[in-house]
C-alpha cells in the first residue's frame, strides 16, 4: 500500500507521473527493507536475549509486547478507527490559525495517537476521554516538531522543509535538552567530545558501526551459552544490522524529498502564509546515523541488566528493543551527535522509562485483553504467567504518562491543567511563527529594494 499512497500524493500536488512512481517505489521499497533489517534483528537477537533471561533466571512480571502489539491495540479500538480524519482536521485548523507549521502526513505513526486515547478511554470507559487525550498530544507534538525543525534540518542536512512529529521521539526531547545543559555545566565532562566520525578515526576499525555490531552480538551469544558457531554467526547479523540501516534510510529520503518539496509547493500556492511550513515525515528517515546505532548496540545490553536489578521495576525490555533507535532522531539535534552525551540521555531516558511502562502495565493490558476479545489477535494476547504486558514504545514515553495520569487519576483538574497548558503553548508557538514570517517578509522585502 506504501507505494500506491505515496505514488498516489504525488501525482495529487504536482509531481510528475514517472517521478511519483519512483518516489513510491523507493519509499515502499525503504520500508521493505527496514522491515526486513529490524526482523533479522528481533529473529536473531530475540532468542539470545531469552536465553539469557532463561540461563539467569532474569523473569519480570510484565511481558514485552513490542510496539506492533501496541499499534495493533491504538487501531483496532474506536478512537484509533477515527485518528486519522479527527488529526487531519486539527493539524488543518493549526495550520489556519498559524499555531503550527507542520503539515503531518506521516499517517502510519498516527498510531501513536491511537494509542494514548486507547488506554484512557478503556481507563476512564469514556471514548471523548480518548479523543480529548489523542488530540493533546497531537497538537503538544506539532508544537515540539516546529520547535525542533530548524534543528532537525540544519543536523541532518539534505532534510530541508522536513520536521518530525512523531510523538514518541518528542516525548523524549526534555530530557535530552536537560541533561545536555546539565552535562556542559559539569567540569572535565563538558570537554568530552566523541562522535562517530571521531570514533572511527580514534579507534579506526574499532570505532565503526559495522565492527561495534559484530562485538556486542558476540558478547550476546557468550551470555546466552552459544557455541561458537551460533556467538559468530550473532555477530555478523548484528554487524550486518549496523551497515544495512544507514543504505535502506537513505532509500526514504530520495523517495520522500521530491514529494516533500511538491507538497511544500503546493501549500505555499494554496495558504496564505505558508512561507515556513514543514512537512511532517516519519523518524525512519535519519534513523540510520551512525550515533544512533552506536548508541541503541551499546544501550542494549546495559538496560537489560538494570532492568533486572531497578528496585520497584517489573518490565524486562526484549521485543521492544528494535524500535530503540527511534529514540533518538530528535535527541542528535540537541548534543550534536555527541556519542557520550547521546549515550546518557538514552540512558537516563530508557531507566524512567521502563518505570513509566511497570506504571502503565494495568492500562495496557486492560486494552490488549479487550482488543483480543474483539479479533483474537495473538499478537495482543498476554502469554500465561504474566499479569501484565506493555511494551517500551509508545508506553515509555513521558507524554503518555503525564497525559494518562492527568486524564484519568485527576480528573477534571488534571484535563483544565492540560487544555491550560496546551493552549498556551499553542499561542506560544503562533507568537514564534508570526515573528518567522515577519523576518522572512522584510528580509525578502530588503533583497528587492
Not at 44 to 50: E, F, N, T, V
Not at 211 to 227: N, P, S, T, W
Not at 260 to 270: L, V
Not at 399 to 414: D, R
Amino acid at each position: 500500500m506504501m507505494p500506491i499512497i505515496f505514488t498516489v500524493l504525488g501525482v495529487c500536488i504536482g509531481v510528475k507521473w514517472g517521478k511519483a512512481v519512483k518516489s513510491g517505489l523507493l519509499v515502499g521499497v525503504g520500508f521493505v527493507g527496514l522491515s526486513v533489517v529490524t526482523a533479522l534483528l528481533t529473529t536473531a537477537l530475540g532468542p539470545a536475549l531469552s536465553n539469557v533471561v532463561d540461563v539467569y533466571e532474569l523473569q519480570l512480571g510484565v511481558f514485552d509486547m513490542g510496539w506492533p502489539a501496541a499499534a495493533s491495540i491504538a487501531y483496532n479500538t474506536s478512537v484509533g478507527a477515527l485518528i486519522i480524519p479527527v488529526c487531519l482536521g486539527v493539524n488543518l485548523l493549526m495550520l489556519l490559525t498559524r499555531t503550527t507549521r507542520t503539515v503531518n502526513i506521516d499517517l502510519w505513526n498516527y498510531w501513536h495517537f491511537a494509542f494514548i486515547g486507547a488506554i484512557v478511554y478503556f481507563a476512564c470507559d469514556n471514548i471523548w476521554w480518548g479523543f480529548f487525550s489523542a488530540i493533546v498530544c497531537y497538537v503538544l507534538t506539532l508544537v515540539i516538531a516546529d520547535l525542533m525543525a530548524d534543528k532537525f534540518q540544519q543536523y541532518y542536512g539534505k532534510v530541508d522543509g522536513i520536521s518530525i512529529p512523531q510523538p514518541f521521539c518528542a516525548g523524549f526531547v526534555p530530557f535530552a535538552w536537560a541533561i545536555n545543559k546539565l552535562l556542559d555545566k559539569i567540569p572535565g565532562v563538558n570537554r568530552i567530545q566523541i562522535d562517530a566520525e571521531g570514533m572511527k578515526k580514534r579507534f579506526g576499525l574499532l570505532g565503526e558501526p559495522l565492527f561495534l555490531g559484530v562485538i556486542v552480538g558476540c558478547l550476546v551469544g557468550v551470555l546466552a551459552r552459544y557455541d561458537l558457531p551460533k556467538v559468530l554467526m550473532l555477530g555478523v547479523q548484528m554487524g550486518a544490522v549496523m551497515e544495512l540501516i544507514p543504505r535502506i534510510t537513505g532509500l526514504f529520503i530520495e523517495g520522500l524529498m521530491p514529494i516533500s518539496d511538491a507538497t511544500r509547493q503546493f501549500i505555499a500556492r494554496k495558504f496564505k502564509h505558508a512561507s515556513g511550513l514543514n512537512i511532517g515525515m516519519s523518524p525512519a528517515l535519519v534513523i540510520g546515523h551512525p550515533t544512533t546505532l552506536v548508541v541503541s548496540l551499546l544501550l542494549i545490553p546495559v538496560i537489560i541488566f538494570l532492568s533486572v536489578i531497578l528496585p520497584g521495576n517489573e518490565f524486562l525490555p526484549l521485543a521492544s528493543l528494535a524500535g530503540m533507535f527511534y529514540l533518538f532522531p530528535l535527541v542528535l539535534p540537541i548534543t550534536r551527535g555527541n556519542v557520550f552525551k547521546t549515550f546518557m540521555v538514552g540512558l537516563v531516558s530508557l531507566v524512567v522509562g521502563v518505570y513509566l511502562v511497570t506504571n502503565l502495565a494495568p492500562a495496557f493490558s486492560l486494552a490488549a485483553a479487550d482488543v483480543y476479545a474483539m479479533t483474537h489477535d495473538a499478537a495482543v494476547k498476554i502469554p500465561d504467567g504474566f499479569r501484565y504486558a506493555a511494551s517500551l514504545d509508545f508506553a515509555s514515553s513521558p507524554l503518555t504518562w503525564v497525559i494518562y495520569h492527568l486524564t484519568v487519576t485527576l480528573k477534571y483538574v488534571g484535563p483544565a491543567l492540560l487544555v491550560l497548558f496546551t493552549l498556551a503553548l499553542a499561542v506560544w508557538n503562533r507568537m514564534r511563527i508570526l515573528r518567522s514570517q515577519k523576518q522572512i517578509a522584510n528580509s525578502s522585502n530588503s533583497e528587492n529594494v
